[in-house]
């Protein structure tokens, strides 16, 4: 049992199908009922009078009823849940089943539907939810519901197609949904069933759902208002305008992007035209104003590609319905079979000219031009109307007959007065006049009309060795041009002297050769800062540079480490060389004291533990002094050491 409250909302009286609340905001009248979830028409009732502000309503269990069943139909939608009970002294009003705690819901929702369907009851329940097209492609739109913003019970529609699917809810399976019957599923966990019935519009613009009993009658129903708006119609379409024109002239052929204009026109009006992928038209979108039915409208199309053959071919169209969203059937510009190129048909064609720069013949012995030489550029061209010719720098070549396709093409050098190694100033233009489609193809014709630019690197010192156990030490010295050389370039150790010897030859190439120095104490080298000499340096175009741009200097000083030995009770011993920055001199340890050495000022007298220092600097070889005399009176077998002397970098 459950108790109806209505409070008045209104000065006036409020009359329902269960009875009139007295005049009066806030009067309220209660009934008593057992039909709990409420019956639909009283639901859609109480409801109306809700929503225009007349009343306000709550159903409200009675102290008997127990056990809650949660998405009960109509009642649950509103509150969130439905109150069916029982008396707890074993009594079932109604005929109503007991819920216990072995009950199943689902089963417990059965059997409510089931005493819906019975006499003392009614005649169930059921509604329509949904409707849309069974084309994906087709639309429905202007839905209307009774109970927004839940929107599960639907009023009207309109759709695009007659062949339309419906989303039923019902208290029982069986249903017939216009001349259509169907067994609906159970839906899981909410006591009711739903699913969705095919059927195809009959000529009343009506959909009506029926409740089938299980005595095969008619239980309650649902109807809802169908307009069926098809889509636009195409009426008329075709290209339009002109090929467009290229520095050829007027085209005869499309390739891929070039635009060509497509006229449509409907029976209705629409807001989007769809070129399709197909044929001449490339996928491409173009949103337009909607237009008055009947009207039409003209839009561009992108041309696809369809290969470098040509093909007359059609464009396929479809428009979308300015109010329904809907897209029309698709039509060609040929529909109909007719053949006129510009109107039914384009001629497609994706062919573009080809070529290529082979080799360039430059002057004998030469890899560039200078001053005012010429090359030969060897080159290619094929599918092609036109060809120019051209310098894009501006200054650097002239080209003969830049109108006119030779395979070996002459230019002269314009003498500027640089060197250009990879910038282009090559280019030819050809154009294929029937679909204005162009190539270019670049290169460079290498300009040395300067002499190179030479630097030359080495170590900041180039220590020496060769004595006292060590070798002869190598160094390596680069060249660097800033445009490749034609050969190897020639270059000397200053000639004042024993200055170092350069070994092997140049390696590497073109722009950065290196080669081995060798600095020896057995000749002896000198020691001090030198010049080099003797450069030669030619440039692509034979131009010959003899000057060092930078790094004309080297210097030979200081040299590698070494074990020096004295001799028996002796406190000097020579280094095998110069020393030239005494500031740079360092050592190991003294062996007889296992002390690191420590080294003194020139001219220190001894003793000094563990000290030394040299006689002079810039003496070849220089002496070094061991001026702990103590510890060389105890060198009496001559073997006494000081390591790792050197002079470092």
């Not at 159903?59 to 649950?76: K, L, T």
């Not at 290209?239 to 070039?258: C, H, R, V």
């Not at 010049?531 to 440039?539: N, P, Q, S």
Request: charged content about 15%; glycine content about 10%; proline content about 6%.
């Amino acid at each position: 049992m459950a108790i109806i409250r209505i409070t008045n909302k209104i000065d006036t009286r409020v009359s329902t199908t269960i009875g009139t609340v007295t005049p009066g905001k806030g009067r309220i009248l209660e009934v008593q009922t057992d039909a709990v979830p409420i019956h639909k028409s009283l639901y859609n009732e109480l409801e109306g009078l809700r929503k225009h502000g007349a009343i306000d309503y709550e159903i409200v269990e009675d102290p008997g009823m127990r056990n809650e069943v949660e998405g009960a139909p109509f009642y649950s939608e509103l509150t969130g849940h439905s109150p069916i009970g029982t008396p707890t002294d074993g009594s079932y009003s109604g005929g109503r089943v007991p819920l216990t705690p072995e009950t199943i819901v689902a089963d417990a929702f059965d059997e409510i539907n089931m005493a819906l369907l019975g006499p003392g009851m009614g005649a169930g329940w059921i509604y329509i939810e949904d409707i849309q097209t069974q084309d994906p492609s087709g639309v429905a739109v202007d839905q209307v519901y009774q109970d927004p913003p839940g929107n599960t019970v639907l009023q009207s529609v309109r759709v695009s197609s007659v062949d339309i699917t419906v989303t039923i809810r019902a208290s029982y399976p069986s249903v017939r949904v216009d001349a259509t019957t169907a067994i609906l599923p159970r839906d899981i966990g909410g006591g009711h069933y739903y699913g969705n019935v095919d059927i195809t519009l009959g000529v009343t613009g009506k959909v009506t759902a029926v409740v089938i009993t299980p005595e095969d009658e008619d239980g309650a129903g649902d109807t809802t208002s169908v307009l069926v708006v098809p889509p636009p119609n195409i009426t008329a379409l075709n290209f339009t305008g002109a090929y467009p024109t290229s520095p050829g002239g007027l085209q005869t052929e499309l390739k891929l992007n070039d635009p060509f204009s497509i006229y449509v026109a409907a029976n209705s009006s629409f807001d989007r035209v769809d070129v399709i992928d197909f044929g001449s038209g490339s996928a491409a979108q173009a949103s337009i104003t909607a237009v008055p039915v009947g009207s039409s409208a003209t839009v561009p199309m992108s041309a696809a590609n369809r290969g470098t053959t040509p093909q007359a071919l059609p464009a396929r169209v479809r428009v979308r319905d300015a109010v329904t969203g809907a897209w029309s059937a698709t039509r060609d510009t040929n529909t109909g079979g007719g053949t006129v190129d510009g109107v039914n048909l384009v001629t497609l064609n994706n062919l573009y000219p080809s070529g290529s720069i082979g080799s360039i013949d430059y002057p004998v012995s030469q890899s560039a031009l200078k001053n005012v030489e010429f090359a030969t550029v060897n080159n290619t061209a094929a599918n092609y109307n036109s060809i120019v010719y051209s310098d894009p720098t501006g200054a650097q070549l002239t080209i003969n007959s830049p109108s006119l396709f030779e395979a070996a093409k002459i230019v002269t050098c314009r003498d500027p007065g640089i060197y250009n190694g990879s910038t282009t100033n090559f280019r030819y233009v050809m154009t294929r006049n029937a679909n204005g489609a162009q190539t270019t193809v670049s290169g460079v014709v290498v300009i040395a009309d300067v002499a190179p630019t030479i630097s030359v690197s080495a170590p900041a010192r180039l220590r020496s060795g060769g004595n006292n156990g060590t070798s002869v030490q190598n160094h390596t010295i680069t060249i660097s041009s800033n445009q490749p050389l034609l050969n190897a370039p020639t270059l000397n150790a200053d000639s004042g002297g024993n200055r170092g010897t350069f070994s092997g030859s140049w390696a590497g190439g073109p722009s950065t050769w290196t080669r081995t120095l060798q600095v020896s104490e057995l000749v002896p080298d000198e020691k001090g800062t030198f010049t080099w000499e003797g450069l030669v340096a030619t440039g692509r175009a034979g131009l010959v540079q003899n000057t060092i741009g930078s790094g004309a200097n080297y210097t030979l000083g200081g040299f590698v480490q070494r074990d020096l030995t004295f001799a028996a009770y002796a406190t000097t011993t020579l280094i095998g060389t110069s020393v030239v920055t005494f500031s740079k001199l360092t050592a190991g340890i003294f062996t007889a004291t296992n002390q690191p050495a420590l080294r003194q000022p020139i001219g220190t007298s001894p003793p000094v533990v563990n000290g030394y220092t040299i006689a002079a600097a810039g003496v070849n070889p220089t002496t070094l002094i061991w001026l702990d005399t103590v510890a060389a009176a105890t060198n009496s077998t001559g073997t006494a050491k000081i390591t790792a002397v050197e002079e470092a970098i």
